[in-house]
């Protein structure tokens, strides 16, 4: 007989207890849990369930044989590079973006591609209707004998469909707004979320279906759900960019088939979301040649692709006692510490300084690489000179004011030379094998060096 239990689950870990509770002690959240009715079968019921005959036996790893890895192109290239080459079939991949990021436009359109190459797509809806998909699908020129298009959210119903249909692909936009009758709670709760996400894990598996699964993030920008959520699925992969701008960066932070140092960028446009083959050429579009003081060029690295970014800096006296430090596209404790750095080795006194530091482009530059840029950016910002527009900067800086060596140092030079860059800044332990014709190579080994090279005659600095 079935036992009925009642218990208080945290709506943002997961945490569970049996009486209500003001704070999470898991996560220290405040009024984050709800009541939750579970149905629990008895001891005797469970254990008629299993069949223990059926349980396969463990072998020896040497005895191990590993069938060849197939994988489906999305049609894609962008999404392909960060997938690792591909979707791996029977793989589980979690999709997680802002809201109008453009998950559904994205996913939409890779199911019209893999529908082209006769894969049978199954894409089912939660939140919209099949006549809302109809109007997208319209507008992204999408119109397959492959693709079908599913409006549930009843999580029986869904799997009723995918075991008739039996698709190759199967799409779920969102696992947030989906239910199971087996959990007495609404959908989007923790309990909700990981019971359907494992029902969605043995299907996968069991049927070798690629399932690719949206899901929502939090206001911290978090994936909504409990954190096993993110255990569960073979890779995760972030939607991100502002939602006012038309690019879009596809990155992984979780593959088991591949590398989460790739990135894919994308540009929204009329008929959806278009590939950018070339993200340098787009994010220095409006590069004035002519430059203001605090304007910069670095080339940073994500992935395998080295991609030239423009970084800008105000400097301007405050007259408050705090100074304000504010970033975009940059982690704000490093722009601390390279301020900290200009103060501690250069004597560059900002203590009544506010400072802005801006990536252009929407971007969002994570690596140390770009040190050497913000912090020159700064410097010539507060000293009102500007630098040769046609001079890209490469370096880490550590806390002494030395700059560290960087990896994949001649891809990024490779790349400056392609658009036409003369002078490239370096660190000075980089070793170079191969020689670059028609670029001129600056080496630094302290951040006083690169900022003195500046006001030198050699950049060409000039008054702003």
């Given at each position: 007989m079935?036992?009925?239990?009642?218990?208080?689950v945290?709506?943002?870990?997961?945490?569970?207890?049996?009486?209500?509770?003001?704070?999470?002690?898991?996560?220290?959240?405040?009024?984050?849990?709800?009541e939750?009715?579970?149905?629990?079968?008895?001891?005797?019921?469970v254990?008629?369930?299993?069949?223990?005959?059926?349980?396969?036996?463990?072998?020896?790893?040497k005895?191990?044989t590993?069938?060849?890895?197939i994988?489906?192109?999305?049609?894609?290239?962008?999404f392909?590079?960060?997938?690792?080459?591909?979707?791996v079939?029977?793989s589980?991949?979690?999709?997680a973006g802002?809201p109008?990021?453009?998950k559904?436009?994205?996913?939409l359109?890779?199911?019209?591609?893999?529908?082209?190459?006769?894969?049978?797509?199954?894409?089912i809806?939660?939140?919209?209707?099949?006549s809302?998909?109809k109007?997208?699908?319209?507008?992204?020129?999408?119109?397959?004998?492959?693709?079908?298009?599913?409006?549930?959210?009843?999580?029986?119903?869904?799997?009723?469909?995918i075991?008739?249909?039996?698709?190759?692909v199967v799409?779920?936009?969102s696992?947030?707004?989906?239910?199971?009758?087996?959990?007495?709670?609404?959908?989007?709760?923790?309990?909700?979320?990981?019971?359907?996400?494992?029902?969605?894990?043995?299907?996968?598996?069991?049927e070798?279906?690629t399932?690719?699964?949206?899901?929502?993030?939090?206001?911290e920008?978090n994936?909504?759900?409990?954190k096993?959520?993110?255990?569960?699925?073979?890779?995760?992969i972030q939607?991100e960019?502002?939602k006012y701008?038309?690019y879009r960066v596809?990155r992984?932070?979780?593959?088991?088939f591949?590398?989460t140092?790739?990135?894919?960028?994308?540009?929204?446009?009329s008929?959806?979301?278009?590939?950018?083959?070339?993200p340098?050429?787009?994010?220095?579009?409006?590069?004035?040649?002519?430059?203001?003081?605090?304007?910069v060029?670095?080339?940073?690295?994500?992935?395998?692709?080295?991609m030239?970014?423009?970084?800008?800096?105000?400097?301007?006296?405050?007259?408050?006692?705090?100074?304000?430090?504010?970033?975009?596209g940059?982690?704000?404790?490093?722009?601390?510490?390279?301020l900290?750095?200009?103060?501690?080795?250069?004597?560059?006194n900002?203590?009544?300084?506010?400072?802005?530091v801006?990536?252009?482009?929407?971007?969002?530059?994570?690596?140390?690489?770009?040190?050497?840029?913000i912090?020159?950016?700064?410097?010539?910002?507060?000293?009102?000179?500007?630098i040769?527009?046609?001079?890209?900067?490469?370096?880490?800086?550590?806390?002494?004011g030395?700059?560290?060596?960087v990896?994949?140092?001649?891809?990024?030079?490779?790349?400056?030379?392609?658009?036409g860059?003369?002078?490239i800044?370096?660190?000075?332990?980089?070793?170079?094998?191969e020689?670059?014709?028609?670029?001129?190579?600056?080496?630094?080994?302290?951040?006083?060096?690169?900022?003195?090279?500046?006001?030198s005659?050699e950049?060409?600095?000039?008054?702003?």
């Amino acid at each position: 007989m079935a036992k009925i239990r009642t218990k208080y689950v945290c709506q943002q870990c997961g945490y569970e207890t049996a009486r209500y509770m003001g704070k999470c002690p898991e996560c220290g959240s405040w009024e984050s849990f709800v009541e939750e009715t579970m149905i629990k079968e008895s001891a005797s019921s469970v254990l008629s369930a299993v069949i223990l005959d059926n349980a396969a036996p463990p072998v020896l790893i040497k005895d191990i044989t590993i069938g060849k890895e197939i994988r489906i192109s999305t049609g894609i290239e962008e999404f392909d590079r960060v997938l690792g080459g591909g979707l791996v079939q029977g793989s589980l991949v979690l999709l997680a973006g802002d809201p109008g990021i453009g998950k559904s436009t994205l996913l939409l359109q890779t199911g019209g591609e893999l529908s082209k190459q006769n894969k049978k797509v199954l894409y089912i809806s939660a939140e919209e209707s099949a006549s809302q998909i109809k109007l997208r699908s319209g507008r992204l020129e999408i119109n397959s004998d492959n693709l079908y298009i599913y409006a549930q959210t009843n999580f029986d119903c869904i799997k009723k469909q995918i075991s008739e249909l039996k698709p190759e692909v199967v799409v779920v936009d969102s696992i947030q707004a989906i239910y199971s009758n087996n959990i007495q709670s609404s959908a989007g709760s923790v309990s909700q979320i990981r019971e359907c996400c494992n029902e969605l894990m043995h299907i996968s598996k069991n049927e070798n279906i690629t399932m690719i699964v949206i899901g929502h993030v939090t206001k911290e920008g978090n994936i909504a759900g409990p954190k096993v959520l993110e255990h569960m699925v073979d890779t995760v992969i972030q939607f991100e960019g502002d939602k006012y701008k038309s690019y879009r960066v596809l990155r992984a932070v979780k593959n088991r088939f591949g590398t989460t140092s790739e990135v894919g960028i994308f540009e929204m446009v009329s008929k959806g979301l278009k590939e950018v083959t070339n993200p340098s050429e787009l994010f220095l579009k409006e590069y004035n040649q002519s430059q203001v003081a605090g304007s910069v060029i670095i080339v940073a690295n994500e992935g395998t692709r080295p991609m030239l970014v423009e970084i800008q800096a105000l400097v301007g006296t405050t007259p408050y006692p705090a100074p304000r430090r504010v970033t975009n596209g940059v982690d704000f404790n490093r722009v601390l510490q390279i301020l900290a750095v200009l103060e501690k080795r250069v004597g560059l006194n900002l203590s009544k300084q506010d400072v802005y530091v801006n990536v252009i482009g929407g971007m969002d530059i994570r690596e140390p690489a770009a040190d050497l840029g913000i912090a020159l950016a700064v410097a010539t910002c507060a000293r009102d000179v500007v630098i040769d527009p046609h001079t890209a900067i490469i370096g880490e800086i550590g806390l002494s004011g030395e700059i560290r060596t960087v990896n994949h140092i001649e891809k990024r030079i490779n790349e400056a030379a392609k658009l036409g860059f003369k002078k490239i800044i370096i660190p000075d332990s980089n070793e170079l094998d191969e020689k670059f014709d028609g670029v001129k190579i600056i080496r630094v080994k302290k951040i006083i060096d690169a900022i003195s090279a500046c006001l030198s005659n050699e950049l060409k600095m000039v008054r702003a």
